[in-house]
Structures are given as C-alpha cells and as structure tokens.
C-alpha cells in the first residue's frame, strides 16, 4: 500500500527559531502533498495544498511566510515553520495524493508533533 | 459556504450494539463523502468513500442528497472499532482533491 512518512515524529524547539518537517511519499511518486495541523481534540485544518514544482496554494487565514512549504520533488515536501512561537505548538500532518482504484486517495503521514517553548 | 459537520463529540455503545456516526454536510454541487478513521497512535486512514459503495469492516454509509447527510452505521460494534472516525468531503470544485473534515466523533465500544 502506499505509505507516507514524516520526520521529525516529535520535536521540541525555542521561541524564534525555525523548524523543518519532511513529508515523504515512500513508494509512489504525488504530485500533490497537503499540509494539516490538528490541535488538541480538534479536527484537521488544511494550511496549504503543495504541487510540485510550483509554489503552494494556501488557505485563507494562513501566513505563507510564516509557514514556508517547498514541494522539490515528486516525493517530497517539506514544511518550515519560521520564527516559531508557542501558539505555533500542534500536530502537524501532511497527506500524499494518488490514484488507486480509479479514485484519488489521500494517504497520511503518521504527524509531527512540535512544541515551542 | 463548504462545511461537514459531526454533531457527536463522544458516542458509547456496548458490544453488538448498532452504531451510526452522523455527518451533515454544507456543499454548492456535487461533493464526494468519505469517511476516515483514526485508531489509538495510529494515522488516519480512509475507511469508505461514498463513490464506491462498499462496506468496510461491516460499515456502510448513504449519502442522501435530500438530507445532505453521509451517516456511517454499523449494525453490530466490535471493541475493536473503537477509534476517532472523521467525515470529509471533496468536490469539483476543487482543482485537487483537497478534503474539508469535520470535527470527529470519538466511538467507544464497551466489552
């Protein structure tokens, strides 16, 4: 089946700083890859909708600049948390599309946890 | 404006008991419903899609236009299908497949 990683699985960092996640397709190759954040109890929030080679397309209330997604290749995508600040702290989940069956499926990464301190 | 709602937060049951997950959407068109689930320190994972009209683990779920509803019923729980399960939907409207979620219900079945 097609599996989705991400790294870091956890990650702790300091107010102003900067983190990066990778979202990786293992054994299939996306073109398109979405950025979630998921708080505490609370459902998925789509942030940005990443194809590669292109620049990412976000969701209204969403800083770009503040969260920076690079889609270089057909199996990765990364996103960059810039300037981190605690309010920033979630879970934060990419997805990877492709088509099985027919259908387009989203397959999920199993999340990166990121607390600022 | 797009919106899936899932009024229930929390729903029990006990073993062999039927189950329904309700799911109400708000879409302008033709949506595709699905429905996801998330099991303890696990990733999400699709579950069903209305398009293909199958039953998963002994779920299924109709998507009635009339009532702009993609309810998930089960007619007998199994501890095992206790989990966070999420309604989505996409559309044509979308240039991708990009999925708007509800809120979850949290299913809990009992021994």
């Known amino acids: 089946g097609a599996v989705v990683s991400q790294h870091p699985s956890w990650v702790i960092c300091k107010s102003g700083t900067s983190v990066k996640i990778e979202c990786r397709s293992l054994d299939f190759q996306a073109t398109t890859m979405f950025w979630y954040r998921q708080f505490p109890k609370q459902s998925l929030m789509l942030m940005a909708t990443?194809?590669?080679?292109?620049?990412?397309?976000?969701e209204q209330g969403v800083e770009k600049d503040k969260f920076l997604i690079n889609h270089a290749s057909l199996t990765l995508s990364t996103l960059t948390v810039t300037s981190a600040h605690p309010e920033d702290s979630s879970f934060y989940i990419c997805?990877?599309?492709?088509?099985?069956?027919?259908?387009?499926?989203?397959?999920f990464g199993p999340g990166t946890r990121l607390t600022v301190t | 404006a797009q919106r899936v709602t899932q009024p229930e937060k929390l729903l029990s049951v006990f073993k062999g008991a039927p189950v329904e997950l309700k799911c109400n959407y708000s879409?302008?068109?033709?949506?595709?419903l699905f429905w996801y689930v998330q099991y303890s320190r696990q990733r999400l994972q699709l579950l069903l899609r209305h398009i293909s009209r199958e039953s998963i683990k002994g779920f299924t779920a109709d998507l009635n236009k009339g009532e702009t509803s993609f309810h998930l019923k089960k007619p007998f729980a199994q501890e095992e299908d206790s989990a966070m399960y999420y309604c989505a939907l996409s559309g044509p409207a979308y240039n991708t497949d990009k999925l708007i979620f509800g809120t979850g219900t949290r299913l809990q079945v009992f021994p």
């Open positions: 997805s990877a599309s492709a088509t099985g069956q027919g259908f387009y499926e989203q397959y």
């Open positions: 990443s194809n590669e080679g292109s620049k990412a397309t976000y």
């Open positions: 879409y302008s068109g033709s949506p595709e």
